[in-house]
């Protein structure tokens, strides 16, 4: 059956699209003082998960250490788990307690439990939100993760048919067509296009998903146009460098390229295209050390 929508209150419209753009430090800047008490905690929420992505996560886990509302409890978590910290089993102990009703419980647990690889039991918690944009998001993500794309696209279907032309859904349809190629590149440019471009939703990581599908429609100057505009919003933005990175491959600039890999390297690490070139790189290894080449000599 398909759940009921869970709208968003009207107060928290533009803050809720500027976070889902990735326009964090918009989110922080908001001014929130008219705001109703009732939209107090979801604020103070999306605030704390911004600060997060911003690479803030100490000072989160120190403003949050004291709290036990159940929501700002599952935020700390999300900080420490941000500094490397193991906190899959106390996600799992406030799942238990509070993630039957609570929707940031599941949402952020879900996260937590995604990253430590238990994907089934993430999957069961999101799966316990009643109506909520953010939780369906976040499991066709995961889909995604699980190269099902099949299955992420049953889901934003079923979401469409509740949640109608929010935002969030024709986002998440933009995941799936980004995978799905053909005519669905065109489609998902468009909603990337748009966010890019609107002053609430724009931010280096509205305009990497503009470059990335104007990367498989070809148009590799407009793929670099707005990876130059992202890069020079945020010039450590990893993930506009990993794509440039990309870029620059197809152009065929090949010291650019060398350049940009080492700017990824000590920006990030941990990155996932850095982790998965050496993962590559290290097969490639292993598989040509498997054939010994054999030379004739001429006589």
Sequence with gaps: MDKPCLLTHPELINIHTAFHAGAYQQVLDFDTSSFSSSNALPVR???????IALGQTQSVSSELASETTPDLVAVKLLADLEQGKDVASAAKKLAEQHGQENLTVQIIGGIILERAGETEEALALLSKHQGSLDAVALIIQIHLQQNRTDLAAKEAQRARKWA??????NIAESWVGMREGGEKYQSAFYVFEELAQTSQSQSPHSLVAQAVSEL???RLPEAEAALQQAIEIDPKSADTIANLIVLNTLLG??????????????TNSEHRAVKDWAEKKSDFQKAAAKYTPKFEVAA
């Design 216 to 218: 498989h429609l070809g």
């Design 253 to 266: 600039k090949k010291e650019e390229t060398a350049q940009l890999k080492q700017q990824l390297e000590s």
């Design 45 to 51: 929420v999306l605030k704390a998960r911004s600060q």
């Design 164 to 169: 109608q032309d929010s935002l969030l859904v």
